[in-house]
């Protein structure tokens, strides 16, 4: 049981290159989620999905775009880098448990810089 | 709209208690979840506690709940070295959606 994985782990890119970021669960888990974490600003959400097929706009959606085609398989694109972009990018993954507790499994991260 | 702050440093000594402070802002919030992250690692739950419950305690960690301050607190009793991290206080928004909003994180020093 792998829990939630990320590739790759790091990836430098120019302005203007595009590249897409993939998370994979092997938990069954309905929801998924991609953050961004910058320093001092905790993770926020860029796009998340409620299950498969299905995507939404979180708290920073600008310049991303995602993918739900499998339910275990949740994809990031950033079809035109900017240095703004430059972030850590972490995939999360939740089920509705116990009085629809959302306990959220985070993957290990993807390190992205932008020149 | 919601927000979640939180103090961004917290130095202790090995063996004393430590007290992470948060506070949030949507009184609706149904969950409020605090998650350790290591260096260079994503982030693992540590505790979560229903928006109707006072406290809860699980090992060496104990979740205090003032929900008409809106202010939650993880203490960590005997705090080693390895506790180390980054503390993230989240609370839960939207129903069924699962999503959440996270504070900026305490770094958590431990000193030897």
């Known amino acids: 049981n792998a829990g939630v994985t990320q590739t790759p782990k790091f990836r430098v890119l120019k302005t203007g290159q595009s590249m897409t970021l993939l998370c994979a669960q092997d938990m069954n888990h309905e929801y998924m989620y991609w953050y961004r974490q910058d320093p001092g600003m905790g993770l926020r959400l860029i796009h998340y999905?409620?299950?498969?097929?299905?995507?939404a706009k979180g708290e920073v959606p600008d310049g991303y775009n995602v993918s739900r085609l499998k339910k275990q398989n949740f994809l990031l694109g950033l079809e035109s880098a900017a240095p703004s972009q430059t972030s850590v990018y972490f995939c999360?993954?939740?089920?509705?448990?116990?009085?629809?507790?959302?306990?959220?499994?985070f993957g290990p991260g993807t390190r992205l810089t932008v020149t | 709209g919601e927000d979640v702050e939180q103090s961004l440093f917290l130095s202790v000594r090995e063996g004393d208690s430590s007290v992470i402070n948060c506070t949030y802002t949507d009184s609706s919030s149904t969950y409020l979840y605090w998650y350790k992250q290591e260096p260079g690692a994503g982030l693992q739950l540590l505790t979560y506690i229903f928006s109707n419950m006072d406290m809860k305690q699980d090992q060496r960690l104990t979740v205090l709940l003032n929900k008409k301050d809106k202010h939650l607190s993880l203490r960590i009793a005997d705090t080693q070295t390895g506790d180390s991290a980054i503390y993230f206080c989240?609370?839960?928004?939207?129903?069924?959606?699962?999503?959440?909003?996270f504070g900026q994180g305490t770094t958590l020093q431990v000193k030897p």
């Open positions: 999360a993954s939740s089920y509705s448990g116990q009085g629809n507790s959302y306990e959220q499994y």
């Open positions: 989240a609370e839960s928004i939207g129903s069924n959606t699962g999503k959440l909003i």
């Open positions: 999905s409620v299950g498969e097929g299905t995507t």
